[in-house]
């Protein structure tokens, strides 16, 4: 029943909907305790109420952003408690006194308040916000950007002059309780003093020299940099909160590129969650915006989703525009019709040749250009399991999808027979289960699957730790854990060392990349992750949730894997390692098997995890594995020859488009040449680039 509410009322945890009730239920219960009146219970409930509200809002609950819908918002919270505090003072037949009306006097000018403060928090805001955002981009010796006000006036400005009311309400509570009347006067003027001095406090940073320059002055100052730094290779991005993963995939990439790269986001947000590269990323929301940067230097424009933000880019004739996507499957998003707008499609291997040429969407063969995947790099090779060690098994099925086609994921129907079977297996395994990040997040069904097939692998992990065949090296496991928190610790503190603790235009002048911590950082996570395959047994069922360990990093400590028709089997086809997928919606085994490519090498299960005795054993006997040789042929055809490496056809590839571009410029120069000498041509006019 919990679970229920805590679904259906969007909050994140039992403790936050149990806040969530306090709050909700101190209002009645502080009206009954005014009208008692009882000044203790009034006191217990009012700090109740407070408590549960600055919890709700440290947690960022869906349930702050719904009261404020439903015109039920912080302000009124706040007004009503004080509403009834006046109540609690008139029924205490303490209405003709000084203190009640210096009471009412205080909350009103109090509110009063509330409108300069929203005024200036907003308008400071509004000045100080940048027409661009950058990252690893120099600006400091451009353009004059001056500090952020401090965090402590403008972080969560509503919250905290709210909050201002509660020397008021204990000293009224104290002379309602029986104390002096000073009390009241003292905590009414600690209030409205504290209150006048927020306000005055943030006035100063209205001043001309407190905010950066007007918008022209930066976007020129983005573009004088630009043409000092004349990138060459773009990678251009646009999506909602929850797509930075399409672009981050793409990072480690583009600072391998032999050409100079540069980043190019539509949309703030996604620079908040952009992982730490040192390739310079200019974010430029507006459209008018980015066309006034002068990218007259950009040869090559690389896309990787299909949104409607691109044709603000794709207008400019000067580069060539390629998709390159963000994975590699048989799903409908890898041959969509959109692709006909860019001038080249760059695909992994053959097959994402041959999925243009039967979907016939208008891709013309000689515009797609293979060239591997790049990120597929630290994907480890299969190699022979040491003697006596548990094999591993990965199960990492995909999300429910935007619609309720049973072969979206094997979650629902499948997971917890998959899951069984692999925990009760003989001779034993390793379980590992990672689920998609989104799981749950549409279907109510998935998300109780999920629920139930974690539990599942807890029970598991913790009958088989009592089990005496297998017993923990705690020595090994005790020094893994002891440097998995050092690393973290470290960790720790480059980040609080270099968060950025600034505004969007402090941030951007601020935001240059420092290769030694980037380094260090990088250093570190590969610790991190040595260590925490060490700090537990490796014949420990595991539930792997969050951004670590990373999917590749369960690719490589697995022997086989259990997955959905999605990227994921794509990727993992690059270990050459035996895995099985689903056929969720019953199509049969040679119908899933010609509908979707990535499964040609696979062992096909069927929702009662039928064959998963097949994929069990190529894992105990490499040497008896029928689907070794076709996996192999399958690795080629999917993702293309390990000769020469993703990362040099990807650069091939790039430097070829380059030069093609370079030639169509020029002629368009010689074209424009001609007309201009000869006036009975007809003029053909070039689009700016910038």
């Not at 302000?75 to 609690?88: A, D, G, M, Y």
């Not at 029986?178 to 003093?193: I, K, N, S």
């Not at 091939?652 to 030639?663: F, P, T």
Request: hydrophobic fraction near 45%.
């Amino acid at each position: 029943m919990i679970t229920n509410a805590i679904r259906v009322a969007r909050v994140g945890s039992a403790a936050e909907l149990a806040a969530a009730a306090l709050m909700m239920l101190g209002y009645p219960c502080l009206m009954l305790t005014a009208l008692l009146p009882s000044v203790p219970a009034f006191a217990a409930v009012a700090a109740v109420t407070y408590l549960a509200d600055l919890y709700l809002h440290r947690r960022r609950s869906y349930l702050i952003e719904l009261l404020t819908k439903v015109r039920a918002g912080l302000s009124i919270r706040f007004l009503v408690r004080e509403l009834l505090l006046v109540l609690l003072l008139a029924r205490l037949d303490l209405s003709e006194a000084a203190a009640f009306y210096a009471a009412i006097a205080c909350f009103t000018v109090f509110f009063g308040l509330q409108a300069p403060h929203g005024a200036l928090v907003t308008l400071i805001g509004k000045r100080r916000s940048m027409p661009v955002q950058t990252r690893n981009v120099d600006l400091v010796s451009r353009v004059r950007i001056p500090d952020a006000p401090p965090r402590l006036l403008l972080r969560n400005a509503g919250e905290k002059v709210l909050h201002l009311d509660l020397p008021a309400v204990v000293g009224l509570l104290v002379w309602a309780g029986g104390g002096p009347a000073a009390a009241a006067f003292a905590g009414v003027g600690v209030t409205l003093g504290l209150g006048l001095l927020y306000v005055l406090a943030l006035v100063p940073y209205l001043r001309a020299k407190r905010v950066p320059p007007r918008a022209d002055k930066v976007l020129s100052a983005v573009s004088a940099w630009l043409r000092e730094y004349r990138p060459e290779t773009v990678l251009y991005f646009s999506g909602s909160a929850d797509s930075a993963y399409q672009v981050n995939m793409w990072l480690e990439t583009m600072e391998q590129l032999d050409s100079r790269p540069l980043v190019l986001l539509r949309e703030h947000f996604i620079l908040e969650k952009l992982a730490p590269t040192t390739v310079p990323v200019i974010s430029v929301p507006g459209g008018v915006h980015l066309m006034n940067l002068d990218l007259s230097t950009v040869r090559v424009a690389l896309y990787a989703a299909n949104v409607g933000k691109n044709i603000h880019l794709l207008r400019v004739p000067t580069m060539k525009h390629v998709f390159i996507g963000h994975g590699d499957s048989d799903k409908l998003a890898s041959v969509n019709p959109f692709s006909k707008v860019y001038d080249e499609v760059w695909t992994a291997g053959r097959a994402g040749r041959d999925r243009y040429a039967v979907a016939d969407v208008g891709i013309r063969d000689e515009d797609i250009v293979e060239v591997g995947r790049p990120q597929l790099a630290p994907i480890q090779p299969r190699r022979e399991a040491p003697a006596g060690r548990v094999p591993t098994v990965l199960y990492a099925p995909t999300w429910e999808g935007w619609d309720d086609n049973p072969g979206n994921t094997s979650l629902i129907l499948a997971g917890e027979n998959i899951v069984k079977r692999l925990v009760a297996a003989d001779p034993p395994v390793r379980v590992l289960y990672k689920p998609h990040p989104f799981t749950g997040t549409r279907s109510a069904r998935a998300g109780a699957a999920h629920r139930r097939i974690e539990a599942l692998v807890k029970k598991a992990a913790a009958e088989r730790a009592m089990d005496p065949r297998f017993t923990p090296d705690t020595a090994a496991q005790a020094a893994a854990k002891a440097e998995l928190a050092r690393v973290e610790q470290r960790l720790a503190e480059l980040a609080r060392t270099f968060e950025g603790g600034g505004d969007e235009a402090e941030t951007a002048r601020d935001g240059l990349v420092d290769y030694r911590r980037h380094a260090e950082v990088a250093r570190l996570r590969a610790e991190w992750n040595d260590a925490y395959w060490r700090s537990f047994p490796e014949w420990e069922h595991r539930v792997i949730t969050g951004a670590e360990p990373r999917l590749y990093d369960c690719f490589n400590v697995s022997e086989a894997m259990v997955s959905d028709i999605s990227s994921v089997v794509s990727d993992y086809i690059a270990s050459g390692k035996p895995y099985a997928v689903t056929d969720s919606a019953g199509l049969g085994a040679e119908e899933f098997k010609r509908q979707n490519t990535a499964v040609r090498a696979a062992v096909i299960l069927d929702n009662g995890a039928a064959g998963l005795d097949a994929l069990l054993a190529a894992v105990r006997d490499p040497a008896a594995d029928p689907l070794a040789g076709g996996r192999k042929e399958l690795k080629e055809y999917l993702l293309g020859p390990d000769e020469p490496t993703s990362l040099e056809r990807f650069n091939a590839a790039v430097a070829d488009l380059a030069l093609k571009s370079e030639a169509r410029n020029a002629g368009q120069t010689a074209r424009i040449a001609a007309t201009t000498d000869d006036p009975g041509l007809t003029s053909t006019k070039e689009v700016p680039a910038g």
